[in-house]
């Protein structure tokens, strides 16, 4: 073999393994933009079930329009943040997210104390399936969160690793951000108790 054959081998090999890499770190980042997708219509439907709940409620708790008022600023807040992160093209930066997240797992907080307050509304039978159906959805949340946080460690961690940091940095792929939620309380599935 001559010096220019093993030149053209060196460089098609290189070639090879810089789209190996770049290729490796595409499917990362798709695979946690899609797992995120999966918690994403998670959200929708807590955020969808959130007005119905503040319906129902109203009827009983006449006198704390505040909180039920606050409840449903927050859960729009939130679902907005969902809305600009659904539209968004390139790195999903899921900080806002984050933020509202507990904004609203703080208003909803006192929305279950408040049907605490008030028998009539805890034994309501709509209520009373909401909150299963909101239950539900929190378990799903919470598996679906799991699923992007694994997503997002796998591709922060190919991403920092040698020799592919070289590329990624090379090629702007951004750091992904966990799905962490602050509030303690929204961490945990929503306890739904009638009893």
Known sequence: MDSTMITWAVIIGAVLFVAMMFNRLVTLRNRHK????????????RYDLIPNLVETAKGYAKHERETLEAVI???????????????????????????????????????????ESYPDLKADAQFQQLMEELSSTENR???????????????????ESFPSNIIANGFSFQAANLLEFKDKAIKKPVKVNFG
């Open 34 to 45: 899609n797992a995120f997708s999966q918690i994403d219509v998670q959200l929708q439907r």
């Open 73 to 115: 600023t927050a859960r729009n807040e939130a679902s907005a943040i969902l809305k600009g992160l659904q539209a968004g093209k390139g790195q999903l930066d899921v900080s806002a997210l984050n933020g509202a997240e507990d904004v609203l797992g703080g208003m909803m907080s006192k929305l279950f104390a408040l049907s």
């Open 141 to 159: 949340i919470g598996f679906a969160r799991q699923a992007f946080n694994d997503a997002v460690m796998e591709y922060n961690t190919y991403r």
